[in-house]
C-alpha cells in the first residue's frame, strides 16, 4: 500500500508526464495547422533545396514527424536540465529560445522561394510558439 507521501509524489509527476506530452502533441497539432494553412489554403509551395540536389516539397507528414521529435528531444532536455540546475525554467527557457533561432537558418538556407522562406519560418514559429511557453510552465521554478 502507498502511504500519503508516496501517492502525492507520484501525481505530481503522472501530471507533469502528461502536461508534457500534450505540450510535444501540441507542436505536432500547430505544425500541421501551419502547414493545412499555408499549401493548400494559401498555395505555398514549401519547396527546398540542398546544396545541388533536387527540389524536394515539404509534405505534411514530414512537418508533423519533425515537430514531435523536436518537442520530445525538448521534453528529454528539460528533465535533462532539472536534474543539473535549481532554475531549470529559466535554463530551459534561453536554451529553446536560442534552438528556435538556430532552427530558422535552415528555412534561409535551403527554401527555394522567398514564399517558401516565410512559410517554413513562419512553421518553425508556430512551434516553438505553442511548445516553448507550454513545456516551461511544466518545469520547476527557478
Known amino acids: 500500500m502507498l502511504t ?3 501517492s502525492a509524489s507520484a501525481v505530481p509527476r503522472v501530471r507533469q508526464g ?16 501551419a502547414w493545412t494553412v499555408e499549401v493548400p489554403l494559401l498555395g505555398v509551395q ?9 527540389v524536394q516539397a515539404i509534405a505534411i507528414g514530414q512537418v508533423t514527424g519533425v515537430a514531435a521529435a523536436a ?4 521534453w ?6 532539472e536534474r543539473r540546475t535549481p532554475r531549470a525554467r529559466l535554463a530551459w527557457t534561453a536554451t529553446a529560445l536560442a534552438a528556435l533561432a538556430a532552427s530558422l537558418a535552415l528555412p534561409l538556407a535551403t527554401a527555394t522561394t522567398g514564399s517558401a522562406v516565410a512559410g517554413l519560418i513562419a512553421l ?14 511544466t518545469a520547476r521554478p527557478s
Open 4 to 6: 500519503s507521501s508516496a
Open 18 to 33: 502528461r502536461a508534457r506530452a500534450l505540450c510535444a502533441a501540441g507542436g505536432a497539432l500547430a505544425a500541421a495547422l
Open 46 to 54: 514549401l519547396n527546398v533545396r540542398f546544396g545541388a540536389g533536387h
Open 71 to 74: 518537442s520530445l528531444l525538448g
Open 76 to 81: 528529454l532536455l528539460l528533465t535533462l536540465i
Open 124 to 137: 518553425h514559429l508556430a512551434v516553438g510558439a505553442a511548445v516553448i511557453p507550454a513545456m516551461a510552465r
